[in-house]
């Protein structure tokens, strides 16, 4: 189900004992196949696939949303297995590529914007997946910005005190309140209705996972 893409670097005598190190690593914890590039073509070849992830992603699929949601590392498999599972409340299948050295994640959830309620059911379970990495320790975001497409998960990670901290430090430096006006951080006079809303989310999953 997963490849993992391991560099390391140094001096040749370091590179040497390093990836011997990650071999037996990986052949412990179950490797069916571990490959050493050979050369820096190799390497370019390898690091080519990791790089062509998301133009594969697109061929089989019509579409696809791309999350961005960061964890502490030692969450990762226990994250996987809660979108797998996800995956099957939700009824659409995900596709994960990210750089597990920093946590980052990019659950790539695949749809159909042609069949009816795809899109609706693909923007809440984009939305369980970012409120799951904030009830491990994470963080809604790690390199593609909240805009407002996250912006109901930042009323989910964090209080109310936090969030007007955000508005002063912008006020500092946006006092007519003409820089993206309605991005990044909620108006407080809607945090509770976000707060209500992904309450209600979680309680509706929760009924159809009984149900299910």
Known sequence: KALLLC???GTEEEVHEHIEQAEDVFRK?????VKTSQSEE????LWKGRKSAFPAVGRISPDYYCMDG???RRHLAHVLLEMERMS???GLRVANVFHAGDGNLHPLILFDANVPGEFE???AFGSSILNLCVEVGGCITGEHGVGVEKIRQMAVQFNDEELQQFHDVKAAFDPAGILNPGKGVPALRFCQEYRSLEHKQHKHDTVDAAHG
């Open 88 to 90: 099957e409340e939700f």
């Open 29 to 33: 914890l179950g490797a069916t196949s």
């Open 42 to 45: 190799e390497r370019a070849l």
């Open 121 to 123: 059911r693909t923007e």
């Open 7 to 9: 560099e390391v670097d």
């Open 70 to 72: 960061t964890i502490p």
